[in-house]
């Protein structure tokens, strides 16, 4: 057994820090690293194996190459979660076959007792992975800097990583797509368009800005909307559509948009009233805006452009999936030069 690629744990940490908003304390890279700070490692050793949090260890992928006994035992342990697939490789007249799994650490955390097997792969990890694994403390050491593919960034999606080994080769469309995830930041999307954007959910992995530990930013926000008198005792209401718009997305239609205002309006007293979080997010708008990082396989991202860049998918969406095909070429021409072929 051999690991040829993993994800570096800075993805995992700007994961985290989103759900939380916990950008103050940590999770700022430049680019994906696994030479995280001990205050970041922390905080993934907390929300992995303190509080459980493992959705954001789904986005931490690992690829192995293995003997075919390896492979037959990993198929045993697959309950859904696992990537596996092999290619034909032709030397003269013998074709044998090369065996690839692509697993994520939320799998290999919860499996660790299993098997034998895992194990095995859990010693392959760079050693801040592994110590996350046995909930270690953190160990000062330079591990590996990742320059990445591109530097996508458009007004609601950001690329953060693609985890691909670049010695498979990208024609080999089987390997491809059990090797090759992306991970995005969307950001500034309606509730209502999370909700599509999930529905995209066949090996999906999604950590979202947290509405228990967040709405409190609507605390110090004056009122939205306020009344003026005019003739004769009848008032006019004002809305503020432009300082709305950092919280909730409007449409152009006028009607709508003061119902939404409004919506948002009565969200703010509910919270200044002392309302819990999770009682007042059940009065959220559908056009409450949210981020979220999602890590992806490379066709499932693609079937999802087919899909949402289309005059029948709500019009939200299809003003991302045109960034996201943008991004999407941007990517296959840069691995198309680096992948061996």
């Not at 066709?299 to 095909?325: G, T, Y």
Request: charge should be neutral.
């Amino acid at each position: 057994m051999k690991l040829l690629a993993h994800t570096p744990l800075s993805v995992a940490v700007v994961a985290g820090r989103t759900a939380w908003q916990s950008f103050h304390k940590g999770g700022n890279y430049k680019s994906p690293t696994d030479n995280i700070t001990e205050e970041d490692y922390n905080f993934l050793n907390r929300l992995f194996n303190k509080y459980k949090h493992l959705s954001v260890a789904e986005h931490l992928k690992y690829t192995f190459f293995m003997t075919k006994e390896e492979y037959d035992e990993i198929e045993v342990l697959d309950d859904g979660y696992l990537r596996k697939g092999f290619r034909l490789v032709a030397d003269g007249i013998i074709v044998d076959k090369e065996y690839y799994v692509t697993v994520d650490m939320r799998w290999m955390l919860e499996h660790k007792e299993d098997s034998d097997i895992i194990k095995k792969m859990i010693h392959q990890a760079p050693i801040n992975h592994f110590n996350l694994f046995c909930g270690k403390i953190y160990a000062n050491v330079m591990e590996l800097d990742y320059e990445p593919l591109v530097k996508f960034s458009d007004e609601n999606v950001d690329f953060l990583y693609m985890h691909y080994n670049p010695r498979v080769p990208y024609k080999d469309l089987n390997i491809w797509e059990h090797l090759v995830y992306v991970t995005l930041r969307f950001k500034n999307i309606s509730r209502a368009m999370l909700q599509e954007l999930v529905r995209h959910d066949d090996y999906l992995a999604a950590t979202i800005k947290s509405t228990r530990y967040t709405l409190k930013e609507l605390k110090n926000e004056r009122e939205f909307i306020w009344t003026k008198p005019i003739d004769h005792g009848r008032v006019t209401y004002h809305y503020d559509f432009e300082r709305a718009k950092k919280y909730v997305k409007l449409t152009g239609d006028d009607l709508v948009d003061k119902v939404i205002v409004t919506e948002l309006e009565d969200l703010r007293k509910l919270i200044l009233s002392g309302k819990s979080n999770d009682v007042a997010k059940f009065a959220l708008p559908e056009a409450y805006l949210t981020e979220g990082i999602l890590t992806i396989p490379i066709r499932n991202l693609k079937n999802m452009i087919a899909l949402r860049d289309s005059r029948d998918a709500l019009w939200e969406f299809q003003d991302v999936a045109k960034q996201l095909r943008k991004m999407y070429e941007e990517l296959k021409s840069v691995a198309l030069q680096n992948i061996t072929l």
